[in-house]
């Protein structure tokens, strides 16, 4: 990201989590320090660029400039960023790129190319967790037919009654039923 947008000190990427924004990745303390700013303030260019969908480029050394006051003025006192250019990411995940440097904004395009390649990187990795979440569904899923056809010889009962007595004593047991489910089949082939 640094070598696409000239003068970048810092880079970092917000998301909501719940109601609250959250700094889903960032390049350094910088960053994170920054991001926390606007967040603290609860305004800022990362916060309107999530929040309008439109793009920020903010030059804090201007003097005319009364956009969001209290960031500017914290971000002039604990940080060495001079300007803040904030970017909705694509359309894929709701978040921002926000592009920290220690100079005035660089064009529109950088910023754009920066933008399309981050809201890449944030896909292929909601793609990854949501293929592991897939995945570990799945292995549930066997566990817990392997324990209903455990308990349906055992007990010589159909597959829904297995099912229903599984649910009855995970939900007594107070315990999840892949692990309830996980334990029946360990104790059949331990």
Known sequence: ????????ASVSVTRRVGARPATAVASDPLAERADRIQ?????????HALTAGEPVRLDLTATDDRRWPGFRSRMRAETAIRSVLSHPLPDVVPASLNVYLATPPPGDDAVAAAAVAAGLVLAAAAA????????????????????????????????DAAFAALRE???????????????????RTG
Do not use: F, H, W
């Open 169 to 187: 004593a995970s939900q007594l047991r107070n315990r999840k039923l892949r692990d309830l489910a996980a334990e029946i089949v360990a104790s």
């Open 1 to 8: 990201m640094r070598d696409r947008v000239p003068g970048v």
């Open 39 to 47: 967040y603290e303030v609860g305004k800022g260019p990362c916060l």
């Open 128 to 159: 990854r967790d949501r293929a592991d979440q897939l995945r570990e569904a799945l292995d549930s899923s066997r566990t817990i037919g392997a324990a209903i056809g455990i308990l349906m010889v055992r007990d010589g009962v159909t597959r």
